[in-house]
């Protein structure tokens, strides 16, 4: 099983709002990532957790919240959003060591937001 | 800072042709990435490369590391229309993962 199940795959959501998104991956990965992709753009790095734990936080504002429950699971609380932050987040997993033999990073589908 | 450069950004390609797509980085790095992105679509993992003369193929795809110049290359053999995408490159050092810009490449027949 190499798959990252994001959902939900589209949301729409307005300014006042409070929604998750989700993240879900059973590879035994231990590094689990949030990026922000706008069109024709390369993906921005948002968060890091690393065995459960946040240890990159790309300055992102605090309308943005990221939660690891368990090594599985990672969501993204999202409140008060604007329409700048309208955008496909993609979440990613890896495995925190060089194990032999299986060293991907294997991304979701990712959840296309648009704030309005 | 890790930071990531790919170049060309835009390649535009006929069919049958070969050409090369370039991937600096700043850092020394624990694994360097390429992926392949669909319009509208998620990211496709293509190669993971570790180790300094790493190299790789696929199809028409082969990718290349250079740990001491810090350069991946990605080179394409003998296009076809099937490989028009956005490739990236990513490197992650300590699970600090960056990509590159990418290179829209489209192929003509």
């Known amino acids: 099983d190499t798959e990252v199940t994001q959902t939900p795959k589209h949301l729409v959501m307005g300014m006042t709002n409070k929604k998750s998104l989700k993240c879900e991956q059973h590879m035994g990965h231990r590094a689990m990532y949030w990026y922000k992709q706008k069109a024709k753009k390369p993906p921005e790095l948002m968060f890091v957790y690393s065995y459960e734990k946040l240890s990159i936080n790309e300055s992102v504002p605090s309308r943005f919240s990221p939660e690891c429950p368990n090594s599985s699971l990672l969501n993204l609380h999202l409140h008060a959003l604007q329409p700048e932050d309208s955008a496909l987040y993609l979440c990613a997993s890896s495995p925190t060591e060089r194990v032999r033999g299986n060293t991907e990073a294997f991304f979701g589908q990712g959840t296309r937001l648009t704030v309005v | 800072e890790l930071k990531v450069e790919q170049n060309p950004l835009f390649l535009s390609m006929q069919e049958g042709k070969n050409y090369t797509i370039y991937c600096n980085y700043s850092t020394t790095s624990d694994r360097l990435y390429w992926y392949r992105q669909d319009p509208g679509k998620s990211l496709e993992s293509l190669f993971v490369l570790l180790s300094n003369g790493a190299v790789k193929q696929e199809g028409r795809l082969m990718a290349s590391l250079d740990t001491k110049a810090r350069l991946s290359t990605l080179h394409i053999t003998a296009a076809v229309h099937d490989l028009s995408a956005t490739y990236f490159c990513?490197?992650?050092?300590?699970?600090?993962?960056?990509f590159g810009a990418g290179t829209r490449l489209t192929v003509k027949p």
């Open positions: 990513a490197v992650d050092r300590e699970g600090d993962m960056r």
